[in-house]
């Protein structure tokens, strides 16, 4: 960014003050914001100061940060930080705004800077001979679609050629600025496609019947058993490649296989209950173990273990590898008993409670 200077002290006014209305706004804006948040008002009142007298002044500056009870060099970082703020008199008519950013660029913005170079400056921030116009070329203003485009205080103008902002600027001039149609200077509303819609073009289509409603289980098995693979015989590259087959074929030889195998998973993935490597249990005693103290059991999973007849310390000590993973899997904590070795810390609970295990693990349990 160029470095921005407030003007000549020549051109600056000795004073500034709000008009009756603008001071009124001001102080209602002010007052929108929390105790002692005053000063997040800065953007709003130096605005309004621009809009009242066309350029932010020193003295305004000075203004604000009185009204706000900021320090002046404050409030002047604010105005010459932000770009939207003129720090020198501009056109009092017009102060046209060039985008120059790529869209506009390429769509001919070049082309528009000449003009203002011609009827207004050749330099920009620069006024006309009658102080009544004025340019800059500016960075993207959101009109990328319609571009080249400039803005002119508040009001944008599109999809302009080189002789329409000539006209737009010769009206401008002559005092005609609020007659001037802003917007597309082209047949199109907005951004709207130019020449009108392509689609969407019929004004009353027919609302579209609702689809059949299906139950639930319905639309899972549509979603699980594709239709297109319904009923096809396997080909040969499939019968010889695991790779090439369906999911719902390999789901049915996986089953089929697991029951040769003599799996007794249950249905979901869980290890059957009638599992051979099942740890026995015992009847619940008058007086369990608190099994919480293991690391990685919280009162869920405690909950779950009493169900399976796990009651105490000792039990879990004595689990073997393949007891183990029965219960891993029955949990399913994806290996967190051999992670967080139930096995050692119910051996020191069983041994000699919190302080056998404090000598172990030199910590207390949990």
Same mark, same amino acid.
């Given at each position: 960014? !160029?470095?921005?200077?407030?003007?000549?002290?020549?051109?600056?006014?000795?004073? /500034?003050a709000?008009?009756?209305?603008?001071?009124?706004?001001?102080?209602?804006?002010?007052?929108k914001?929390? *105790?002692?948040?005053?000063?997040?008002?800065?953007?709003?009142?130096?605005?309004r100061?621009?809009e009242?007298d066309?350029?932010?002044?020193?003295?305004?500056?000075?203004?604000?940060?009185?009204?706000?009870g900021?320090?002046?060099?404050?409030?002047?970082?604010?105005?010459? /930080?932000?770009?939207? /703020?003129?720090?020198?008199?501009?056109?009092?008519?017009?102060?046209?705004?060039?985008?120059?950013?790529?869209?506009c660029?390429?769509?001919?913005?070049e082309?528009l800077?000449?003009v203002?170079?011609?009827?207004i400056?050749?330099?920009?921030?620069?006024?006309? &001979?009658?102080?009544t116009? !004025?340019w800059?070329?500016?960075?993207?203003?959101?009109?990328?679609?319609? &571009?080249?485009?400039?803005?002119?205080?508040?009001? !944008?103008?599109?999809?302009?050629?080189p &002789?329409?902002?000539?006209?737009?600027?010769?009206?401008?001039?002559a005092?005609?600025?609020?007659?001037?149609?802003?917007?597309? @200077?082209?047949?199109?509303?907005?951004?709207?496609?130019?020449?009108?819609l392509?689609?969407l073009?019929?004004?009353?289509?027919?609302?579209?019947?609702?689809?059949?409603?299906?139950?639930e289980?319905?639309?899972?098995?549509?979603?699980?058993t594709?239709? !297109?693979?319904?009923?096809?015989? *396997?080909?040969?590259?499939?019968?010889?490649?695991?790779?090439?087959?369906?999911?719902?074929?390999? *789901?049915?030889?996986?089953?089929?296989?697991?029951k040769?195998k003599?799996?007794?998973?249950?249905?979901?993935?869980?290890p059957s209950l009638?599992?051979?490597?099942?740890?026995?249990?015992?009847?619940?005693?008058?007086?369990?173990?608190?099994?919480?103290l293991?690391?990685?059991?919280?009162?869920?999973?405690?909950?779950?273990?009493?169900?399976?007849?796990?009651?105490?310390?000792?039990q879990?000590? &004595?689990?073997?590898?393949?007891?183990?993973?029965?219960?891993?899997?029955?949990?399913?904590?994806?290996?967190?008993?051999?992670?967080?070795?139930?096995?050692? @810390?119910?051996?020191?609970?069983?041994?000699?409670?919190?302080?056998?295990?404090?000598r172990?693990?030199?910590k207390?349990?949990?």
């Amino acid at each position: 960014m !160029s470095v921005r200077r407030l003007a000549d002290e020549a051109v600056q006014p000795a004073s /500034f003050a709000f008009s009756k209305e603008n001071a009124d706004w001001a102080l209602a804006t002010i007052n929108k914001y929390p *105790k002692g948040r005053e000063q997040s008002a800065v953007i709003p009142l130096l605005m309004r100061a621009q809009e009242q007298d066309g350029w932010v002044t020193k003295a305004a500056i000075e203004k604000v940060a009185e009204m706000l009870g900021m320090a002046y060099i404050r409030v002047l970082e604010v105005a010459t /930080f932000y770009t939207q /703020f003129q720090l020198k008199p501009v056109g009092t008519r017009a102060h046209v705004q060039v985008c120059g950013t790529t869209p506009c660029m390429l769509r001919g913005a070049e082309d528009l800077i000449k003009v203002c170079k011609s009827k207004i400056n050749a330099e920009p921030f620069e006024l006309n &001979a009658d102080g009544t116009l !004025s340019w800059e070329e500016v960075e993207c203003q959101g009109a990328c679609v319609n &571009a080249p485009m400039v803005m002119i205080f508040k009001d !944008s103008f599109e999809d302009l050629t080189p &002789a329409q902002l000539e006209e737009i600027i010769d009206r401008f001039e002559a005092g005609e600025g609020a007659s001037v149609k802003p917007g597309p @200077q082209v047949d199109r509303i907005y951004s709207a496609p130019i020449g009108g819609l392509t689609s969407l073009t019929d004004p009353d289509p027919a609302p579209a019947k609702p689809a059949a409603k299906r139950s639930e289980k319905a639309a899972e098995a549509a979603v699980s058993t594709p239709p !297109s693979n319904a009923g096809r015989a *396997k080909t040969a590259a499939e019968e010889t490649n695991p790779a090439l087959k369906t999911p719902a074929t390999a *789901k049915a030889e996986a089953a089929a296989n697991a029951k040769v195998k003599g799996d007794t998973r249950a249905e979901g993935g869980k290890p059957s209950l009638e599992d051979k490597n099942r740890p026995a249990g015992i009847e619940r005693p008058a007086a369990p173990d608190d099994l919480k103290l293991i690391s990685g059991v919280g009162p869920k999973i405690e909950g779950t273990l009493h169900e399976l007849g796990i009651f105490t310390y000792a039990q879990v000590a &004595a689990w073997k590898k393949a007891e183990r993973e029965w219960v891993d899997g029955y949990l399913n904590f994806k290996g967190r008993i051999e992670r967080d070795d139930w096995v050692k @810390q119910a051996k020191a609970l069983a041994k000699g409670g919190e302080a056998e295990y404090i000598r172990v693990f030199g910590k207390k349990p949990r």
